[in-house]
């Protein structure tokens, strides 16, 4: 069974910094891309940035230049680095991935999410 577990979550103050990580495990045949979504109180869930496995990277216009994606293929996980950080930036952060598993084929799975709270 695959399951992506995030890490990294926190209470932070504007300006600050935070690592994100997300590692992926199960029966994996390979991950095609992943990604982090985030969605805020009374809002709809949000792209924040993806990563493929070409390493192609795709931001969300209010993180580009803050944040940064990254992945270890050998740990099949993903990490976000977000600095600077904002109050805006308040989220429950989905980590998802895009892979193929060797039990159900090519499917999309999310994690069940970590808590960044940024104070002003």
């Known amino acids: 069974q695959v399951q992506l577990v995030e890490s990294g979550g926190g209470l932070v103050q504007a300006g600050g910094s935070l690592r994100l990580s997300c590692a992926v495990s199960g029966s994996i045949f390979s991950i095609n891309a992943m990604g982090w979504y985030r969605q805020a109180p009374g809002k709809q869930r949000e792209l924040v940035a993806t990563i493929t496995s070409g390493d192609y990277t795709n931001y969300a216009d209010s993180v580009k230049g803050r944040f940064t994606i990254s992945r270890d293929p050998d740990k099949n996980t993903v990490y976000l680095q977000m600095n600077s950080l904002k109050p805006e930036d308040t989220a429950v952060y989905y980590c998802?991935?895009?892979?193929?598993?060797?039990?159900?084929?090519?499917?999309?799975?999310w994690g069940k999410g970590t808590l960044v709270t940024v104070s002003s």
């Open positions: 998802n991935a895009d892979l193929s598993s060797l039990d159900t084929g090519r499917m999309e799975y």
